[in-house]
């Protein structure tokens, strides 16, 4: 399989992360559509260092993805979780107190 | 041996901040719940510590750590930057009302954490560390927004803030994905210098073939750093984070962070287009860049001043007041010249005094009345005059009216943005001037021109007087810009 083989999942990944974000009316699946994101950089990460890169940095980068990515999860479930005790809601439309 | 100890001094800094915020959670820990003051003064113990290094730092030749790291003077200006900033908003926290100053050691701890990321942040050309940096500082920023966990306005805005960075930070790291792809390395100054003969292309075979991919690569990472300076279309987070935060973290995003991006964007810029070893090609790629932030600066400074004129909430007035400040810092940035970046740099010097003194107006403010709204503001200048005359200096500064530092620094800005040939561009910050001297002036109006409503106010003397500081340091360095200019001459990138 050769490279573009590998960034067409990655874009059809970052592609449907973004879908994710629009279109989903709840904040758990607005996350998941983050994590795709992250993970489609991370298959480019290491597709492009394996075909043309001589030494580790894309694949060195795509590890401190996934911890990155582990971080944010964390702090992100922990505010939804709050969010949730406060407003009894995950869905962004309905947590509007903030507004013009 | 020598060869680990010696990077490891370059980044003394670094190091002493890691060791402040773990010893500000572990003396938390230990204090058991009693006053968090304690901690706050620690914070603002090792803070002074970070500035005297900093500062001795300051004409040093660069160097590099661990062949990631560069320590110059560009980054320690921004490192200064953020302690000074940091220091401010832990004597806000300290002196905020509304806070309860029980079991909030963790307060500083994030505090601290945010400004380990900048450090990191504004002092690298390896995308690597760049993206570690700025998440570094997300990730604590999230947290410190929602610090109020109990308030409803508190989780919102942290909740709004998390998706927002979120998404701008996958994109950014697919951008930075792809910059990888492209040239086969993560340095900025390689990048910039490869002349494509290799395999992969390199940025400079690349724009010869076609410039699509490089665009495509090179728009998704302004969008990380337009996100951190909320520049639009990336700016919606910033009116409901500022508004729902804790009023010392909004400062801190407000000041701190905001520096962060245009630190990390000037040297992403500098190193890319306007190094020494940078190929004519790409540097001639670097003009358009700078055509693309020009049009953004135009459209983030008109859009922050006209929803502006709308607000009721004194924080979001801020708010909106800071994006368009984004949009004039943006001019310093079009021009992609050493000048234009050291107006930039000036005008966040400036920036720093004006904004931490309306913050630090709105937190008194709001300690004492319990509302942000320009409403509740009717008569408070007779209430306490000091802090209203102070605002008002404040927001002649914001609005760039001589003879404070905001006019000098607007100033500088125009200048540079006339000398590379953008007249449309000053053209339209001028106009966006005297639009924003209209809801500037409605505050002041608010203050001072209104009958004041019953009442007293309580007096906290010593946070007065931090505001008064910061008022007269508006007017003197607005009057004598030179130590300010000579000092930013002293950080210059390139």
Known sequence: MGLGAYIAVSAALFALGVVAIVVRRNILYVLFGIEMILNAANINFVAFNRFNGDGLDGRMFAIFVIILAAAEAAVALAIVLNVYHLFNTTKPAEVDLLRE | MDAYIEPLKALAPELLLTAAALGALVLDLLMRGRDSRFVGYFTLVSLAIVAIILMNRIGDEPTAAFGMVVVDNFGTFFKLFTVASLAVVTIFVLSDRNESHHHIG?????????????????????????MLGLELLSLASY????????????????????????????????????????????????????????????????????????????????????????????????????????????????VASKAAGVAALLRFLGALFLGPDVQSVVAEYGASVGQLLAILAAVTMTLGNLSAMRQTSLKRLLAYSSIAHAGYILIGVATMTGAGFEAAMFYMAAYYFMNLGAFGFVL?????????????????????????????TFLVSLTGLPPTIGFYGKYLLFKEGLDAGMYWLVGVAALNSVVSLFYYFRIAKMLFLKEPASGSVPRQPLFAGLLAVLCVLTIYFGLLPDAIQEFVRNCLLI
């Open chain 2, 106 to 130: 963790e307060y500083y701890f994030l505090l601290l954490g945010a400004a380990i990321g900048i450090f990191f942040m504004v002092s690298t050309n390896h995308l690597l560390l760049l």
């Open chain 2, 364 to 392: 008194y403010f709001e300690g004492t009345l319990g509302s942000d709204s320009i409403e509740a503001l009717k008569g408070y200048g007779f209430k306490a005059p000091l802090i209203s005359i102070a605002m008002v």
């Open chain 2, 143 to 254: 947290a410190l927004a929602g610090f109020h966990k109990g308030e409803r306005k508190s989780a919102e805005a942290a909740m709004k803030y998390v998706v927002f960075g979120g998404l701008s930070a996958g994109v950014m790291l697919y951008g930075i994905s792809l910059l990888y792809g492209l040239t086969g390395t993560l340095d900025l100054v390689e990048m910039a210098k490869s002349t494509g003969e290799a395999m992969p292309a390199g940025l400079a075979g690349q724009l010869t073939t076609s410039a699509v991919p490089v665009a495509l690569a090179m728009v998704l990472v302004l969008a990380g750093f337009a996100y951190k300076m909320s520049v639009v279309p990336f700016h919606f987070w910033t009116p409901d984070v500022y508004e729902g935060a804790p009023t010392p973290v909004t400062t801190f995003l407000a």
